[in-house]
């Protein structure tokens, strides 16, 4: 993945490698960086200029070093939005409906580019989603967070990599929605069985890699969260 690095500007250089990584969507956000001697070796160096250049990459807002035992790769969008907007769906149903109506445009799109551009690894990693889905609804549980790694992964698999900064940055205001819609969706049985369905098809067309069936599909998906959300709310259901 890495290449050898020149004698001069060592740093500079190891720097710029990671970004041009990181742009390109080599390096994910969430991703872990494997150890500090392995990748000194990968790039022919020594560990005191990868260190200095970790350090760069680190104030540049790029890793998330914890305490030198794993790095990780930051989303490249800013993530100070989170709690603001975290707290103002807790506080109002109304503006879950407009992240919904975003998640509609945004989700469609995605669902058709990652059939066109997912590789047989992301097939399986969302196939281990989906399973962990089925698992959650065999136990009766909200399954709110593997909902959420289902619509990350498929924002992954579409290979933009500004999208998937974007869709990092915001996954645990995604998680929070999922919670309070699944919440409010959950008091009908077959509420359950038709969310999970309805991830099985987006998955299923997906691998087929039927871009404009994936589409229709997350599509159907969201619409079906803000008509049962509605009703929910209408019915006094809380």
Not at 43 to 48: A, M
Not at 215 to 220: F, G, L, Q
Request: positive net charge.
């Amino acid at each position: 993945m890495f290449k050898k690095i020149p004698s001069r500007k060592i740093s500079d250089e190891i720097v710029n490698q990671f970004i041009d990584l990181i742009e390109r969507g080599v390096l994910k956000p969430g991703d872990q960086l494997p150890p500090e001697r392995e990748m000194a070796t990968e790039l022919g160096i020594s560990r005191l200029p990868l260190r200095e250049a970790l350090k760069a990459l680190q104030t540049m807002g790029f890793l998330d070093i914890q305490n030198r035992r794993k790095t990780l790769v930051q989303s490249m969008a800013k993530t100070t939005i989170q709690d603001p907007l975290r707290i103002v769906l807790e506080n109002d149903i109304q503006r879950v409906f407009e992240l919904l109506e975003i998640r509609q445009a945004l989700e469609s799109w995605a669902a058709a580019k990652a059939a066109r551009m997912i590789d047989d690894a992301g097939i399986q990693h969302l196939k281990k989603i989906t399973e962990r889905m089925k698992q959650d609804f065999e136990n009766g549980d909200l399954g709110d967070k593997a909902d959420a790694d289902f619509h990350l992964a498929i924002a992954q698999a579409a290979r933009n990599t500004i999208f998937s900064h974007l869709m990092a940055t915001w996954y645990h205001l995604l998680w929070n929605c999922q919670k309070i819609s699944r919440e409010k969706l959950f008091g009908k049985e077959e509420n359950r069985r038709a969310l999970l369905n309805q991830h099985l098809d987006i998955y299923k067309a997906i691998k087929s890699r039927d871009a404009g069936k994936a589409s229709e599909k997350a599509r159907h998906h969201i619409l079906f969260v803000v008509s049962e959300l509605k009703n929910s709310l209408e019915a006094g259901v809380s």
